[in-house]
């Protein structure tokens, strides 16, 4: 196998099983649900079409928002895959939260291309408090961005694995001896 692919490859792979897990659980909750369904005294499964990002967040109504926000989802994900590159070249810890955040966006954009909304089923509420009602991709990108947060914390900016610019010591060594 390529060499460049080999560094990719099991990333790629990762994130493509989250996704399709994600569209699974979807697809089957549609399914499934008619009625809402008490799992827990806490856990509800419960369908809803959700117009907006992540825990109902700006809803889109008109055609043209849901472009923009596809759009804007498109050059996130285009982002995210570019730092995952630049995560896996420099051997950094953030890698597993990326693909989550990668994979999360990727299965709600993919509902809504296909459907104009993402479908929501899981509604997690104690006595009056309700949680938005949110799937499996919300769960990856908020794991993602947990993931990220705890690495940042866990290693000071002057720690996180730099660029190594030689020092002009080095340069001058390395000029003598070229």
């Known amino acids: 196998m390529n060499k460049y692919l080999q560094k990719y490859y099991k990333g790629f792979f990762f994130a493509t099983f989250w996704i399709v897990l994600d569209q699974w659980t979807k697809h089957t909750a549609r399914t499934i649900l008619d009625q809402p369904i008490d799992v827990l005294p ?73 459907h104009g909304h993402v479908f929501d089923f899981i509604n997690v509420h104690f006595r009056s408090w309700d949680f938005p009602v949110f799937n499996l991709a919300d769960m990856l990108i908020t794991t993602g961005f947990v993931l990220l947060i705890i690495q940042c914390v866990q290693k000071p900016p002057h720690q996180i694995e730099p660029s190594r610019t030689p020092s002009l010591q080095e340069n001058q060594t390395h000029r003598k001896n070229n």
């Open 42 to 114: 806490i856990l509800r499964l419960s369908g809803v079409w959700n117009p907006g990002i992540s825990f109902g967040l700006f809803p889109c109504h008109s055609s043209l928002q849901k472009i923009i926000l596809s759009l804007v989802s498109i050059m996130m994900i285009v982002f995210l895959i570019k730092e995952y590159t630049n995560a896996v070249s420099s051997k950094q810890q953030s890698r597993t939260g990326l693909l989550f955040i990668i994979a999360g966006a990727c299965g709600n954009l993919w509902d809504r291309l296909i």
